[in-house]
């Protein structure tokens, strides 16, 4: 193995077996389907919207985009989502977030049903993470665990140390690896309590937002690193972990970028073809 | 502060404070309602439930017991959490775990409407305690909080251990502290890890489930000891921490029995309470 992991190759790879899944569903006359929801014109949000239409166009999933005005109402957006909650052709439901601060977020992902919910981030998915009834899973934690298993990283029993404690990432995946074993400690600030238990960690996941906080003597010896920040320094794409301070002492990292980020879309993806092969059953 | 902290006194308070909105809402027209359904004939679930029922009627809430055989199908149960949901009379629905191997226990608690699962184990009561976004929570964990807040205890920037990952204890109570900025360790199993982490943390709890595991030792100097604990040993209630040993060392702790156990049926009520007010809300 290597000490930097490829997440663009790992990503190619998952992206592959999901194609794969599609022209097989496609041959029983499944298309997959993703409706994205994007309310407002915040710039980034729609880039980032536009570029999973774009892969989920490559391994053969269907990406309809709903785009809104920033002004919708809640009951507007709650309508169309519930549309396509019974819509029977739609797998896959995912709201672009973050939403115009005048709607409600947790009223927003909670309309959303828990079978179409591949984002994994209404209430429903991240409480069935919670009891270890995982079906969709935000797919930062998500990433976080193809990424331990691809890499043959055991979690049963392993000391684990989460730096960060968002809804997205940092809780639901604290949870998943409880679940399998982990002894697992979130720290929600990047204090001296985060490197007290760094310096003690088998496997340490940073995801504060700030750029190369993570020094090699902040992390113990053959320790695996995933890196989850994603700041922008100088125009250039810098991560939370200073991967050059670490390299010589750590047994794995991730680096930024090539690392988490191409996961991303591919754990999207994976979902939604979980989705429509629930939906091929119920038809079969 | 004692040493000892009584939780039959915090639970009597708690109850006394339930009685007082239970009269108002009385005053108004509203009675709260506690629909308590109970499958099969498990001896303790039997008793548990009756204590539970005594308990409300003593602070003026009503409570109802559903009781069924132990061979009724899942879609039977769901019909009634069903009816349950959509009576108006009724402020909160209780399952009493564990139910027969044959149902589905992920599908019964999921049955439950959000607005009535006043025992926090619904997948969606669960999510929003992950989001931050608490409404119930498994009487568990909104007990261990009531005794931390309740004894003026900081769980901000502190060190905690959850000894033990359940979804009724251990997942949301880490949840519900990580969002309450503590540094919290989740440790599945009683090993030496455990050890490791209890000796240097602020706040341990316990819920193994082994007769007086945590002694002296084990801890830090003035920490604070929450025990789940309730095994039968000789016919006596023991809890999982040896509380002769640690009470020269720690600043606080929980005895077993008169600590957390009478504190659960006092959570509950005070989430039946909020319910009520929250019909009472919708009413106005």
Same mark, same amino acid.
């Given at each position: 193995?290597?000490?930097?992991?490829?997440?663009?190759?790992?990503a190619?790879?998952?992206k592959?077996?999901?194609?794969?899944?599609?022209?097989?569903?496609?041959?029983? $006359?499944?298309?997959?389907?993703?409706?994205?929801?994007?309310?407002?014109?915040?710039?980034?949000?729609?880039?980032?919207?536009?570029l999973k239409v774009k892969e989920a166009e490559k391994v053969?999933i269907?990406a309809?985009?709903?785009?809104?005005?920033?002004?919708?109402?809640?009951?507007?957006?709650?309508?169309?989502?519930?549309?396509?909650?019974?819509?029977?052709?739609?797998?896959?439901?995912?709201?672009?977030?973050?939403?115009?601060?005048?709607?409600?977020?947790?009223?927003?992902?909670?309309?959303?049903?828990?079978?179409?919910?591949?984002?994994?981030?209404?209430?429903?998915?991240?409480?069935?993470?919670?009891?270890?009834?995982?079906?969709?899973?935000?797919?930062?934690?998500?990433?976080?665990?193809?990424?331990?298993?691809?890499?043959?990283?055991?979690?049963?029993?392993?000391?684990?140390?989460?730096?960060?404690?968002?809804?997205?990432?940092?809780?639901?995946?604290?949870?998943?690896?409880?679940?399998? $074993?982990?002894?697992?400690?979130?720290?929600?600030?990047?204090?001296?309590?985060?490197?007290?238990?760094?310096?003690?960690?088998?496997?340490?996941?940073?995801?504060?937002?700030?750029? =190369?906080?993570?020094?090699?003597?902040?992390?113990?010896?053959?320790?695996?690193?995933?890196?989850?920040?994603?700041?922008?320094?100088?125009?250039?794409?810098?991560?939370?972990?200073?991967?050059?301070?670490?390299?010589?002492?750590?047994?794995?990292?991730?680096?930024?970028?090539?690392?988490? $980020?191409?996961?991303?879309i591919a754990?999207l993806l994976?979902?939604?073809?979980?989705?429509? =092969?629930?939906?091929?059953?119920?038809?079969?």
């Open positions: 193995m290597d000490t930097i992991i490829n997440g663009r190759d790992l190619l790879k998952i592959e077996d999901v194609s794969n899944s599609v022209r097989s569903l496609r041959g029983s $006359g499944i298309i997959p389907r993703l409706s994205l929801i994007i309310i407002g014109k915040d710039e980034s949000s729609l880039r980032y919207v536009e053969g269907f309809l985009v709903h785009s809104f005005h920033g002004d919708i109402t809640l009951s507007e957006v709650c309508d169309l989502i519930n549309e396509l909650n019974q819509d029977k052709k739609t797998d896959g439901i995912l709201v672009q977030l973050p939403i115009p601060s005048h709607l409600d977020e947790l009223m927003v992902v909670s309309a959303i049903s828990p079978a179409k919910d591949v984002d994994g981030l209404s209430p429903t998915s991240l409480g069935r993470i919670t009891m270890g009834e995982e079906l969709y899973t935000p797919a930062a934690a998500g990433a976080v665990i193809e990424i331990l298993n691809h890499s043959n990283i055991t979690i049963h029993g392993k000391k684990i140390l989460i730096g960060g404690g968002s809804r997205i990432l940092g809780l639901p995946l604290a949870n998943m690896l409880i679940n399998r $074993g982990g002894i697992v400690t979130v720290a929600p600030s990047a204090n001296d309590s985060f490197v007290n238990y760094s310096k003690v960690s088998d496997i340490v996941i940073v995801d504060f937002g700030i750029p =190369k906080l993570v020094k090699g003597r902040m992390v113990a010896r053959d320790s695996v690193i995933i890196d989850s920040g994603n700041n922008y320094v100088n125009g250039k794409v810098v991560g939370d972990v200073d991967i050059d301070d670490v390299i010589q002492k750590v047994s794995m990292v991730t680096p930024v970028p090539g690392g988490l $980020g191409p996961m991303l754990v994976k979902s939604v073809v979980k989705a429509a =092969k629930m939906r091929s059953l119920e038809h079969s």
